[in-house]
């Protein structure tokens, strides 16, 4: 069993009742609910979903406002950051191979496609928000 807040959006182990008691961090308004209600309504929520909760103060999945103009910039500066790291990495080795002239014609063809793809995604203008149109990841 657990309890439920509404105002923190978090849930309590009823086991661990005193010890939050003591430490004066059982919120007031906990309602009692069992584990399915808690396995629903923990980890990750469903796509576009926020924790809520219903007229009843139960734990609901609700519509996710949508994003400013400025978080959608921002998810989307850092997608295109995280794209760069990996597109970094893989080209690091391969020019390499490149500088020790010792680079294989598929690793030849394999820099300049990531190195292609690196110079796309560098082209990113993530203010544009729903106007990007991302380059395909070399497959190889």
Same mark, same amino acid.
């Given at each position: 069993?657990?309890y ?13 009742? !005193?010890?939050?008691? @003591?430490?004066h $961090?059982?919120?007031?308004?906990c309602?009692e609910? *069992?584990?399915? &209600?808690?396995? #629903? ?5 469903p796509?576009g ?33 995280? !794209?760069m790291v990996? @597109?970094?990495? $893989?080209?690091?080795p391969l020019?390499?191979?490149i *500088?020790?002239? &010792?680079?294989? #014609? ?19 203008d993530?203010?544009?928000?729903s ?10």
């Open positions: 069993m657990y439920y807040s509404k105002n923190t959006k978090l849930f309590y182990p009823v086991a661990l009742r !005193l010890d939050y008691e @003591a430490a $961090t059982l919120p007031d308004d309602i609910v *069992d584990a399915s &209600i808690f396995n #629903e309504f923990t980890g990750c929520p796509d979903k926020i924790l809520s909760f219903d007229n009843n103060e139960m734990p609901m999945w609700h519509d996710a406002p949508p994003l400013s103009h400025e978080q959608n910039i921002a998810v989307l500066t850092n997608k295109k950051n995280q !794209l990996v @597109a970094n990495a $893989t080209i690091a020019q390499d191979a *500088d020790f002239n &010792i680079a294989t #014609e598929d690793e030849t063809q394999r820099l300049n496609d990531w190195r292609l793809y690196r110079v796309l995604l560098n082209r990113i993530t203010s544009l928000v106007d990007i149109t991302w380059p395909e990841i070399p497959t190889h």
